[in-house]
C-alpha cells in the first residue's frame, strides 16, 4: 500500500509538534528535578507511574515507560537503593517483582506536582489555559485514537485512569487497575 505526500506530510507534522511539546515538558521537569542529587528523567517517570497506583509488576512499569526491561530494572535498582522504591516478590507467584513507592518516593512526586501545580514554571499550563476546552477535548480524542493505534489500549487506558485520578486527587494509591478504566 502506498500513501501520498499529502499524508505524509501529516504525519510528519504530528511527529514534530508532540516531538516538540515533549521535549519542552521532560525539560520542565529535568530542570525541577536538579536539585535532587542523582534524580533523572527516567526515574522520576518509574516513581509518577507508580504514584497511581498500589503496587505494579516489573513488566507493567516497562509497557507504561514505553522502555524495556533491561533500562526500567536499572532504573528501579537505582531507585531502591536511593530509597524511593520498594521491589518485592509477587504474593501469587515469587518470580513476579512487584514495584511500590517508599515514603520518600511518595513525597517527591507530591513535591513536583505540588510545584507543576501551584508555580509558573511548568510552561505547558499557562498555554493550555487559553486554549478553549471543546479544542482540548478533540485533540485529546484524536491523541487518544492514534496512540491506541500505534502504542496499545492498554498506554491509552493508563494514560485516561491517571487523568481521571488527577482531576479526582485520587493519586496516590488508589487501587483500580488501568485495564479496568476504558478510553473514550
Known sequence: MSYDMTLYAKGHIIFTLIR?????????????????HGMNYPAFRILWILHFTEKMSI??????TLSNISNT?????KLRDDGY??????NADSRLKEVSLTKKGR????????AHTSEHDFNLLPVLK????????????????????IVGTTFVNWAHHTTAALI?????????????????
Not at 107 to 114: F, H, K, R, S
Not at 130 to 149: P, R, Y
Not at 168 to 184: C, I, L, S
Request: charged content about 30%; aromatic content about 4%.
Open 59 to 64: 513488566t507493567d512499569i516497562t509497557v507504561i
Open 20 to 36: 516538540g511539546l515533549n521535549a519542552v515538558m521532560e525539560e520542565d521537569i529535568r530542570t525541577r528535578l536538579q536539585s535532587i
Open 85 to 90: 522504591a520498594k521491589i518485592e516478590c509477587g
Open 73 to 77: 530494572s536499572r532504573q528501579l535498582g
Open 168 to 184: 479526582n486527587n485520587e493519586g496516590d494509591r488508589k487501587k483500580v487497575h488501568w485495564d479496568d478504566v476504558k478510553a473514550p
Open 130 to 149: 487559553t486554549i478553549q476546552d471543546h479544542d482540548l477535548e478533540i485533540f485529546i480524542k484524536v491523541a487518544s485514537l492514534l496512540t491506541k493505534e
Open 107 to 114: 513525597d517527591l512526586v507530591t513535591y513536583i506536582l505540588t
